[in-house]
């Protein structure tokens, strides 16, 4: 398999032997190759994007530089899938390392794809972060769902009338 096959192209009914034949050529075989090999994750619907993902998994730290690239962009759905794939099944040594970006996520107010309970969830269950701020990051989200449902539950009462 030549290296420009890395990212998943051509007809996706053969995506999955694609991604196949990447993970037999095994890690540090396409150490050369990591940010392509992330383009999988980008939907995890993808045929092989589960089969590069639990590849990807395995290979850790070396995956660092170019998941913060991705966490520090605006693809939320790439993130989204980073974090759950990924990050979350990473060992406390590796997350570590993106404790700065996790933080910045965990202080979002709200976020549509939930990234901030995400970060928070990957802080806490590897006890990084301040423990302080990030109880008061909790009650402040929770604070702010309980108000958006107060609202949500006026607006009912409309249909009532």
């Known amino acids: 398999m030549s290296l420009s096959s890395m990212t998943p192209t051509g007809d996706k009914s053969l995506w999955e032997s694609q991604a196949n034949m990447i993970v037999a050529l ?11 090999l992330l383009y999988w994750l980008q939907d995890m619907n ?19 530089p170019h998941i913060a690239e ?3 962009g605006n693809d939320e759905d790439w993130i989204y899938w980073i974090l ?21 996520y965990a202080q979002f107010p709200y976020h549509a794809d939930d990234l901030d309970i995400i970060a928070l969830r990957l802080l806490v269950k590897n006890k990084l972060g301040n423990l302080d701020t990030l109880k008061q990051q909790v ?14 539950d006026e607006i009912e009462r409309y249909w009532a009338k």
């Not at 095994?26 to 392509?36: C, K, R, T, W």
């Not at 993808?46 to 660092?64: A, C, D, H, M, Q």
């Not at 702010?144 to 107060?150: D, P, Q």
């Open 26 to 36: 095994g890690y540090p075989a396409v150490a050369d190759n990591l940010s392509e």
């Open 46 to 64: 993808w045929p092989g994007s589960r089969t590069i993902s639990e590849f990807l998994v395995s290979i850790g730290k070396p995956l660092v």
């Open 70 to 72: 991705i966490l520090n």
């Open 84 to 104: 759950i794939e990924l990050v979350s099944k990473w060992d406390r040594e590796t997350v570590v390392t993106l404790e700065t970006v996790l933080m910045r």
């Open 139 to 152: 009650k402040s989200k929770k604070q702010s769902v309980e108000y958006r449902i107060r609202e949500l």
